[in-house]
């Protein structure tokens, strides 16, 4: 053994080489025959003039990023989501770019680039609002998931460094879909395709590339992307990610709740909501996400919770569409809603409490419960516990309150939530008139109604505690 050794050309390079050589090849054996390319070496090369690509649907500045990487002589490729979505004759959401320049040699060429990620490192490159991201090719040693081996920095530059950087090969093989390791050359305009992506593209199916099992292990949020892009492009997942899925959905609850949140606004605020929610449930990836929503679901009395959530997302992809704006807090607050109603129930029932005091109460337990699965930040899980209140504080509509609750900085939001309530059969339509009604009032018109609007507090006027205690905080006033 060691006369070999001493044979071999025995420095860092050639070690680093054989190793991810080898780390290559196995990989190889390991993937079933399914997603294998034909034994025949090379990928599938679609010419400019065999697939429907334009220039002239593509960013301009993801054309320029990719100009000048050619022109300073490398490989450079559209690939990810802005090749599929092109392919599919859709509007590409973001244009990603891929290389086989490191990330310093990007930002070389680019003054408005910014380097980001520890362990893999990505160069955005600013143009205004628009930020394109480059990403040097992976190899296979490069971790798996976002970033999930941060930090860990070897002595040894040279040998990170040849594991984590790749080929174009290496770096299609590592990619989550087939559809999503499509390259879009700027060279000769053809499309790369390793991983048989055009034909799943054409069958519209959405299959793993790898084994299913291993690849959700790796990165379990993969199977939140396969069921985001199923809904989104209307795809059929194939059958083996599929059985995969079902097995491996309670993986998701080893994911930082942090990624959870970014994934969890993709799932839900993309334009495909309802989709999205029925084909989570459908593979019993929701219950993970969101289990006392689930659970809430589960005992479904008149169909009221399943409709409402339906509404509130069909609502969402409405205002996408119409581009409104929308924020996380209200969808949040709506998945919510119904594991915090059950909880108020049950708090006044069995301490006593006021319905105000009995909502703030739910709120706080439930936003607790939910943010250690999907952490939606505190400023929208604040706003979130503001529109719950206001649900209560809408009741009162006599005397001055209803006025000054228009003055409230979540009126909008909480009214909106109003109305959906009624639309599902969970309040009265009537209600939701009245406040519809008294936004456009004129002054006097609104003291009229205000006069005549049946007495609130109906509870508690004949608690005094109760009413008391909700004194001390004006009506009007933010709830937290
Ligand atoms: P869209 O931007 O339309 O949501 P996308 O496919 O571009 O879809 P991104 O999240 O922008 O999705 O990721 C860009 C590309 O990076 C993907 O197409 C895929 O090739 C690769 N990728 C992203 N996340 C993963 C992951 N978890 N595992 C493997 N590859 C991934
Ligand atoms: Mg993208």
Same mark, same amino acid.
């Given at each position: 053994m060691e006369g070999g050794c001493t044979a071999v050309p025995w420095n860092a390079w050639y070690y680093t080489r054989m190793l991810s050589w080898l780390k290559q090849s196995l990989n190889r054996f390991g993937r079933? !025959?399914?997603?294998?390319? $034909?034994?025949?070496?090379?990928p599938l090369v679609i010419p400019r003039?065999?697939?429907?690509?334009?220039?002239?649907?593509?960013s301009g500045n993801a054309l320029k990023v990719l100009h000048r990487l050619s022109k300073a002589g490398y490989e450079a490729y559209l690939v990810g989501g802005g090749v599929r979505d092109l392919l599919l004759g859709r509007e590409p959401k973001d244009f990603d770019i891929a290389t086989d320049a490191d990330p310093e040699e990007v930002r070389h060429l680019f003054r408005n680039c910014r380097l980001i990620g520890r362990r893999f490192r990505l160069a955005h490159v600013h143009f205004g609002p628009e930020i394109i991201e480059v990403a040097t090719f992976r190899g296979s040693?490069?971790?798996?998931?976002?970033?999930? !081996?941060?930090?860990?920095? $070897?002595?040894n530059g040279m040998l990170l460094r040849d594991n984590i950087y790749g080929t174009l090969e290496e770096d299609a093989w590592r990619r989550d879909f087939t559809v999503n390791a499509l390259y879009y050359d700027i060279r000769d305009f053809s499309v790369v395709d390793h991983t048989g992506g055009m034909a799943d593209l054409e069958a519209g199916r959405l299959s793993i590339i790898g084994e299913p099992g291993q690849r959700f292990r790796e990165d379990p949020v993969r199977m939140l992307r396969a069921v985001r892009f199923a809904a989104k492009l209307g795809f059929r997942i194939d059958e083996a990610s599929e059985a995969a899925i079902h097995e491996l959905?309670?993986?998701?609850?080893?994911?930082p709740s942090a990624r959870l949140f970014d994934e969890s606004l993709k799932l839900f605020l993309a334009g495909y909501a309802v989709e999205t929610f029925e084909l989570l449930r459908h593979y019993r990836l929701f219950e993970h996400l969101f289990p006392e929503t689930e659970e809430a679901l589960s005992h479904e009395e008149g169909n009221f919770p399943l409709v409402f959530v339906a509404r509130a997302l069909e609502n969402t992809d409405r205002r996408i569409d119409e581009g409104k704006p929308v924020t996380p807090a209200f969808l949040f607050a709506a998945l919510l809603w119904e594991p915090v109603r059950r909880e108020a129930a049950m708090l006044r029932e069995a301490e006593g409490m006021t319905p105000i005091q009995a909502l703030q109460l739910a709120g706080d337990r439930i936003v607790a419960r939910q943010v250690s699965r999907v952490a939606f930040p505190r400023r929208f899980s604040l706003q979130a516990r503001e529109i719950w209140a206001l649900q209560e504080r809408l009741?009162?509509?006599?005397?001055k309150r209803p006025s000054r609750l228009l003055e409230h900085p979540r009126f909008r939001a909480g009214y909106d939530f109003l109305e959906l309530r009624a639309g599902a059969g969970e309040e009265s339509q009537e209600l939701a008139t009245w406040w519809r009604e008294f936004q456009s009032a004129d002054e006097n018109a609104r003291k009229s109604m205000a006069a005549g609007a049946p007495s609130d507090g109906r509870r508690r006027r004949s608690r005094r505690g109760g009413g008391r205690r909700r004194s001390k905080r004006p009506a009007g006033s933010p709830a937290e």
């Open positions: 079933p !025959a399914v997603t294998e390319p $034909s034994p025949a070496p090379g003039d065999r697939h429907t690509i334009s220039r002239a649907n593509i040693g490069a971790g798996d998931g976002e970033e999930a !081996a941060g930090g860990d920095t $070897s002595e959905g309670h993986l998701l609850r080893e994911v009741q009162q509509r006599s005397g």
